[in-house]
């Protein structure tokens, strides 16, 4: 039965341990049709070498991600969105990139008859050097320090709300705003600019589709209870800061909010956080022990 299925609650949420293609063709994917705000995922990479978290490889890959298009279509709202995070991969052992990620989501696309309302993409400034055979060792390229974002919807205008996301004005902005001075004119690029275009105070600066997000916290609740559990860390874990991005922009405080490749459940946590209520699913054991740590304060069994 479905509740068999259930690894834990929280007051908003439910992690579900097993395969998403199962679970999302069960009676659990079927009550949840037309009712999910957001899917927010960072599915396994298509890398050459097999991981724990069960990376699919090569045309495999492509097939196996684009079957879930309709799934994830039938899931959503009429104005819902789909965020997939992509990382990059490389060809074997050779220090040429694959294209195989963006394939994957190109295909995944077209399969789902889905818009892509935005590219983004997530830079890592602390990431470590890779991969190390071409960077450290030969020294003929720079590390790879981002992951691609797509976002997707059914419809062209989905619920989204950009104010929801203002970062803090600059030095420079907030010192315009009090001098109420500003060069208007005509630019090089033959835009003309007000005179009080850039004068109004919005509360926050429109940020770019350029995340950059250091993903180097390594005393967070997740790690030490990991750690206290000598539970494995999920080696590709998704920022909170990531997750809370979309989920802010993208849906309203109690929408539904689903990852069905939870990983260590940032999504799940940032929802929580945020007053949206969740769904998760993850297959092995290990991480979804692991992942009850970011809800230890208030899971309601563990």
């Known amino acids: 039965m479905a509740s068999s299925l259930i690894a834990y609650k929280t007051r908003l949420g439910t992690m579900y341990q097993g395969h998403a293609e199962n679970i999302l063709a069960s009676a659990i994917g079927k009550r949840h049709e037309e009712k999910v705000h957001l899917i927010l995922t960072s599915p396994p990479f298509p890398l050459n070498r097999k991981k724990k978290y069960g990376n699919h490889q090569g045309t495999d890959y492509l097939q196996w991600l684009a079957n879930f298009a309709p799934i994830f279509r039938n899931l959503l709202k ?108 005509k630019r090089p ?21 350029v995340l950059t997000i250091s993903n180097t916290n390594s005393r967070d609740d997740y790690q030490k209870y990991c750690r206290s559990k000598r539970l494995q860390f999920h080696p590709a874990r998704m920022p909170i800061e990531l997750a809370e991005f979309f989920i802010k922009f993208l849906t309203k405080p109690g929408d539904l909010v689903l990852d ?43």
Not at 79 to 107: C, H, Q, Y
Not at 168 to 177: F, G, H, I, T
Not at 189 to 209: R, V, Y
């Open 78 to 185: 009429k104005n819902g969105s789909i965020v997939v995070e992509m990382g990059n991969a490389w060809e074997s052992s050779k220090p040429v990139m694959s294209t195989l990620a963006l394939e994957a989501l190109i295909d995944f696309r077209r399969t789902g008859n889905l818009f892509l309302c935005q590219q983004f993409i997530c830079y890592n400034p602390a990431r470590l050097p890779s991969p190390a055979q071409w960077v450290n060792v030969e020294r003929i390229r720079v590390k790879d320090a981002f992951t691609h974002i797509w976002w997707m919807s059914p419809t062209s205008r989905p619920k989204a709300n950009n104010r929801r996301v203002l970062k803090q004005y600059s030095p420079a902005m907030l010192k315009l705003l009090t001098s109420k001075k500003y060069n208007a004119g």
């Open 260 to 302: 069905p490749f939870a990983g260590s459940n940032s999504t799940g946590a940032a929802a929580e956080r945020l007053g949206r209520r969740w769904l998760a699913i993850e297959p092995e054991r290990d991480y979804v022990a692991g992942s009850r740590g970011r809800f230890s304060k208030f899971v309601s069994y563990l």
């Open 189 to 209: 690029s033959e835009h003309t600019i007000g005179k009080t275009s850039f004068l109004k105070d919005n509360k926050g600066a429109i940020p770019s589709n």
